[in-house]
């Protein structure tokens, strides 16, 4: 029954390699979010898609490409991978009538640990 | 533009004693107000949010936060921290698209 779900839940990795991180969610919502929290826990926006469709898009290294097969699915892939990529990456999903009527709720799941060497 | 910020990015307390962890914002409309909570090694989960209604809110745990819009502050308290308390908070101001995160408070909590 778990709600948003993200597959690695760890990801060791050398520079320069291409790496994918998948997240799901079964509540239903239309709208998902991928952050990125550094080492001093600081958690930073980076995409957001409502309906498949791409609605924020933070300065981000375009080396970072997400993609939504559905409503339910936002994956990130990020190619020529960078030290400085190591973090947590989040994702986290919210429903967009909640957002409009200002009373949004972002659902976390529960990070993938990403370590490039 | 919006803003948030907290105050304290430790706090340490004994078990049985209060907690406060204080957060102030900055918004130019409505905003809403959240307090997530984030264990070692684990995703953040939601404690509490302020959508404009009640000013006190009530969250999980025993945790509660008050809205003072004059103080533009939205402080978190609990009156008698337990040892599973001890994880990073982070306040967070959301309007629309959005949503701010504070650099996060780390609850140390002391038997």
């Known amino acids: 029954d778990t709600a948003v779900s993200q597959t690695p839940k760890y990801l060791v990795t050398q520079m320069g390699n291409d790496k994918s991180i998948k997240c799901e969610q079964n509540l239903g919502h239309d709208t998902m979010y991928w952050y990125k929290q550094d080492s001093k826990k600081f958690l930073k926006i980076m995409f957001s898609y409502n309906n498949k469709e791409l609605i924020i898009n933070e300065t981000v290294p375009n080396r970072f490409s997400p993609k939504s097969p559905d409503k339910a699915h936002l994956n990130l892939h990020i190619n020529s991978l960078e030290l400085g990529d190591s973090a947590v990456y989040f994702c986290?999903?919210?429903?967009?009538?909640?957002?409009?009527?200002?009373?949004?709720?972002?659902?976390f799941g529960p990070g993938t640990r990403l370590l490039v060497l | 533009a919006q803003s948030v910020t907290q105050l304290d990015s430790h706090v340490s307390v004994s078990e049985g004693t209060p907690v406060l962890l204080r957060c102030n914002y900055s918004?130019?409309?409505?905003?809403?107000l959240f307090w997530y909570v984030q264990h070692p090694n684990k995703g953040l989960q939601l404690l509490l949010k302020y959508t404009s209604a009640a000013t006190l809110v009530k969250g999980i745990n025993g945790f509660e936060a008050e809205f003072k819009k004059s103080e533009t502050s939205f402080h978190l308290t609990k009156p008698s921290a337990h040892m599973s308390d001890a994880a990073e908070y982070f306040c967070v101001v959301s309007r629309s698209l959005d949503m701010r995160f504070g650099a996060g408070t780390r609850l140390t909590v002391k038997p």
């Open positions: 918004s130019s409309y409505s905003p809403s």
């Open positions: 986290a999903s919210s429903k967009t009538q909640d957002r409009l009527a200002g009373e949004e709720t972002q659902y």
